[in-house]
């Protein structure tokens, strides 16, 4: 059996492409998005990637934002839920997309209060853009009720709130290249990593609740504010340690070596 | 940023409106409560064949963003 991708490449499912994968470029295909055959590759290979580390069933939505148009990066690389709307003003690009800064975020339709567990929860976000901006991802109806990242505000810091920003976790930041990930595991542990590092660390209990409504990427529903960084993925989904934050981390800039966008 | 000023009748005709597959209009209102709303140049090709080709013809204007809500505080 052979699935007919978009620019003409048929892709087999067997031993050598995962099913899960094969899914996802016929979501892709049906939206009106094509692929490369490098972006076919990459993707195939983070799927398996990620399933051999065990990270896959931690997901709920990651968006690979690969195929250069709304309607591919619109797609959710783990199942058909959770398909995205890009509102406003966004470049869609080989390397990823791009908010504008002012008018710009994709609804990820993952409402928080269905979806997410307050004691085992995480967001992340790969940049390729260094820049200061206000929230580039989450939801929030004030300090008690937020899930976000902030990757470099104006005053040089950057930040994770889940789901209390009595309980945030932040440090400096002077570049908001990379990939960034926020992740609490329990009530009272959360933590930021970028890349391999581990930024900062909360260990004050949470009070905070959760949103009824949905995340956004490249802004913060709510009181809305808007993020400028080009993503080149995005992922929503349960807590993970330290173990499973490295393996994240790894399979994810393999995935971007392999498209050449690597920071 | 110069983006196109809109009227509240045309805000309310395209706001949250599909005007492609997964892409769909959000407007903002200026430090004076104005709406705007920004085009790319590939968004102005496909709304040039489009209902709303109206809106590339509305006056453009530099956007002053109002001051943000005081969340997150500053710390």
């Given at each position: 059996?052979?699935?007919?991708?978009?620019?003409?490449?048929?892709?087999?499912?067997?031993?050598?492409?995962?099913?899960?994968?094969?899914?996802?470029?016929?979501?892709?295909?049906?939206?009106?998005?094509?692929?490369?055959?490098?972006?076919?590759?990459?993707?195939?290979?983070?799927?398996?990637?990620m399933?051999?580390?065990?990270?896959?069933?931690?997901?709920?939505?990651?968006?690979?934002?690969?195929?250069a148009?709304?309607?591919?990066?619109?797609?959710?690389?783990?199942?058909?839920?959770?398909?995205?709307?890009?509102?406003?003003?966004?470049?869609?690009?080989s390397?990823?997309?791009?908010?504008?800064?002012?008018?710009?975020?994709?609804?990820?339709?993952?409402?928080?209060?269905?979806?997410?567990?307050?004691?085992?929860?995480?967001?992340?976000?790969?940049?390729?853009?260094?820049?200061?901006?206000?929230?580039?991802?989450?939801?929030?109806?004030?300090?008690?009720?937020?899930m976000?990242?902030i990757?470099?505000?104006?005053?040089?810091?950057?930040?994770?709130?889940?789901?209390?920003?009595?309980?945030?976790?932040?440090s400096?930041?002077?570049?908001?290249?990379?990939?960034?990930?926020?992740?609490?595991?329990?009530?009272?542990?959360?933590?930021?990593?970028?890349?391999?590092?581990?930024?900062?660390t909360?260990?004050?209990?949470?009070?905070?609740?959760?949103?009824?409504?949905?995340?956004?990427?490249?802004?913060?529903?709510?009181?809305?504010?808007?993020?400028n960084?080009?993503c080149?993925?995005?992922?929503?989904?349960?807590?993970?340690?330290?173990?499973?934050?490295?393996?994240?981390?790894?399979?994810?800039?393999?995935?971007?070596?392999t498209?050449?966008?690597?920071? | 940023?110069?983006?196109?000023?809109?009227?509240?009748?045309?805000?309310?005709d395209?706001?949250?409106?599909?005007?492609?597959p997964?892409?769909?209009?959000?407007?903002?209102?200026?430090?004076?409560?104005?709406?705007?709303?920004?085009?790319?140049?590939?968004?102005?090709?496909?709304?040039?064949?489009?209902?709303?080709?109206?809106?590339?013809?509305?006056?453009?204007?530099?956007?002053?963003?109002?001051?943000?809500?005081?969340?997150?505080?500053?710390?």
């Amino acid at each position: 059996m052979s699935i007919r991708i978009g620019i003409g490449l048929d892709v087999f499912s067997g031993p050598g492409i995962d099913a899960d994968a094969v899914a996802f470029f016929a979501r892709v295909t049906a939206a009106g998005g094509t692929l490369s055959a490098t972006e076919i590759t990459a993707i195939n290979k983070l799927v398996k990637d990620m399933k051999a580390a065990g990270i896959w069933t931690s997901m709920k939505a990651v968006y690979p934002m690969v195929g250069a148009s709304a309607a591919a990066c619109a797609q959710n690389l783990i199942s058909s839920s959770f398909t995205g709307t890009f509102f406003g003003g966004w470049t869609f690009a080989s390397s990823g997309v791009t908010p504008n800064g002012t008018n710009a975020y994709m609804d990820t339709n993952l409402n928080v209060l269905l979806n997410i567990s307050i004691t085992s929860a995480h967001l992340s976000y790969y940049s390729r853009t260094n820049s200061a901006s206000n929230w580039d991802m989450g939801v929030t109806q004030g300090t008690s009720t937020v899930m976000g990242l902030i990757l470099k505000r104006s005053t040089g810091l950057s930040e994770v709130d889940m789901f209390s920003d009595i309980s945030e976790a932040f440090s400096t930041e002077t570049d908001s290249r990379g990939f960034y990930l926020g992740t609490r595991t329990s009530n009272i542990n959360l933590k930021f990593f970028k890349n391999l590092t581990l930024k900062a660390t909360s260990v004050v209990p949470d009070t905070g609740n959760l949103y009824n409504g949905n995340l956004y990427v490249g802004a913060v529903n709510g009181n809305i504010q808007y993020g400028n960084k080009e993503c080149a993925l995005a992922s929503i989904g349960n807590g993970l340690t330290n173990t499973n934050a490295t393996d994240l981390y790894t399979t994810v800039q393999a995935f971007q070596t392999t498209l050449s966008r690597q920071i | 940023m110069i983006g196109y000023k809109l009227t509240t009748t045309q805000k309310e005709d395209i706001q949250g409106k599909e005007y492609a597959p997964y892409q769909a209009f959000n407007c903002v209102q200026d430090i004076n409560n104005i709406w705007f709303t920004f085009l790319t140049d590939e968004d102005k090709l496909i709304l040039v064949n489009s209902n709303y080709k109206w809106l590339l013809d509305c006056p453009q204007a530099e956007y002053v963003p109002p001051i943000p809500p005081p969340f997150p505080p500053t710390i």
